[in-house]
Every structure is written in C-alpha cells, then in structure tokens.
C-alpha cells in the first residue's frame, strides 16, 4: 500500500522544520493536526506517542536502489536535536565532495545511527525492494529493535550507539547507561512505503522525506557515502567498470566494460537494460 505525505508535513521548507514538526507529532499529534491526517495512515498517536511514554524518532533512507552492481544500503539514524545541523538535506542535492566534507559531522550530530546492507546475490533472491526493506530492517537491529527478521550482512553494519542509550528527545542519555530498556521509536521513513517486516504502527511514510525532515536528511548522507565508498573499494579489484564514478549505474564506461569482459561476481542479474539484451 501506498501512503500520501501527511497533511502536517505538506507545507516543510526545511528538514530542520520537517525535524521539528515530525517530533511534535510523535509527542502530541494534535499539536500539528496530525489527529485529522488522512485516515488511511495507520499513526502512531495511539500507540505511544499519546501516553507520555519515552519516544524517539529515527529517520531512515536507503541508496542503491537502481544500479547494476553493488549492494543496496541502508541507514537508520537519529539526531541529537533538530536544528543540530541545519545543512542537512537530501543527498542527491549535495555532491559527492560535499557530502564526504560533511559525512564525519554528521556521525558526529546523531545520537546514533547504523547502516547496513543487502547484497547483489540477496537482491536477486528476493528482489530489489524486499532487499531494500532487508537492509533497513539490519540498520534498525543493529541499533536495538527487537523481534526483526534480519540475519547477518555480508558487509558489517556500521553502528554508533543504540536506541537504549538516547533519551525521548534524541540526545545521548547519560541517565540510562544502566538501564538497558528500549524507548518506543518512531520510523520515519523515506518515500510512500512502510518496511515489510516493521510493526506499521511504528512508521510513517514520507514523501521526499530526505528534503523534508532532517533525520532522513542524516541517514541518506550517511548511506550514501558509505556506499560510494564501498564502490571504490570494488573499482580497485574491477577496474574497468568505473565504479568509482558511476557508482554501480549504468554509465557508459560500466556499459561498454560489461559488453568487453562480461558481468563480474558484484553484478545484479536479475537487473536488464535494453543497452545489454542477450548478455544476461
């Protein structure tokens, strides 16, 4: 099923405002309208937000959806304020130079976060989008949630804290060191889908939500340079492919490479393009 950006979100200039907005949501929905949001969202008001209970909100994004090669990432990341860092925004507005000059600061905003994958192999099994939902699903156990079906990636998560050590408002909590419980969190979650395999009661749908609310902002940043620089890692065993500047897409270097010397082991299979029909 597919969701509609929620009414209170529709008029965000800023992924701070989006942030800010998103967190008054999860403490009180009416404060925002989100009592009157389109009644085909399954919110959150019910579940925690409206009973005072210790919540959080974790932006989440994935990059590597449309490429050749490569495995798909994700990240689950949460802030330790909204406005902690005001150029956050979507990543595919940023280049690569930029993102990488703000990839350590923005490690260094989040309360915690984790990125995590699915790999080439695992996309043809199931497919992109149930290895895209797989790879999330990681990212969310690596932090701490519980009950996810999410065996272990080929590639090491990458993890900073855990829902456990941050307080309802996304700070590091000194407080809770010795008390291991886990906050409620709240999912907000790139695009128009919920995760497959996630509690739906625990997520929100954003439209755009890498422009639109900071958290997402951080986890697409993040992802994404993690990716690329994995793709460089793969440019130096297969160096006619130019992954290193096309990331695993289409270009035509990777085209003419893949027509010269075949597919290699970090090919997606189940993915064709007109420009090689009869190679696959």
Do not use: W
């Amino acid at each position: 099923m597919k969701f509609k950006l929620p009414a209170f979100l529709e008029n965000v200039e800023t992924p701070v405002e989006g942030e800010t907005l998103m967190r008054k949501f999860v403490a009180d929905p009416a404060s925002v309208g989100g009592a009157g949001v389109d009644g085909s969202l399954d919110l959150f008001a019910s579940a925690a937000a409206g009973e005072g209970k210790s919540v959080i909100v974790v932006g989440i994004d994935e990059v590597g959806r449309g490429p050749l090669a490569g495995p798909v990432v994700a990240c689950a990341a949460v802030l330790k304020a909204p406005d902690i860092m005001p150029e956050l925004n979507d990543s595919k507005k940023l280049s690569r130079k930029k993102r990488e000059a703000m990839f350590d600061a923005v490690k260094d905003a989040c309360a915690c976060y984790a990125i995590a994958s699915a790999s080439e192999k695992e996309i043809d099994e199931m497919n992109i989008l149930e290895a895209d939902f797989l790879a999330m699903r990681r990212a969310l156990q690596a932090l701490g949630m519980q009950g996810l079906d999410a065996p272990a990636p080929e590639i090491p998560v990458e993890v900073k804290g855990s829902f456990a050590e941050v307080d309802p408002i996304g700070r590091p909590a000194d407080s809770l060191q010795g008390d291991k419980r886990v906050p409620h969190i709240f999912i907000a979650v790139d695009g128009n889908l919920k995760i497959r395999g996630v509690p739906a009661e625990m997520q929100m749908p954003v439209v755009k939500g890498d422009g639109r609310i900071a958290s997402i902002s951080a986890a697409s940043i993040l992802a994404k340079v993690f990716r690329d620089r994995y793709m460089d890692k793969l440019a130096e065993k297969y160096p006619a492919y130019g992954f290193e500047k096309n990331a695993g897409y289409p270009s035509p270097v990777h085209l003419s490479a893949i027509r010269k010397f075949g597919f290699t082991p970090v090919h997606r299979r189940s993915f064709h393009v007109k420009e090689l029909e009869g190679l696959v």
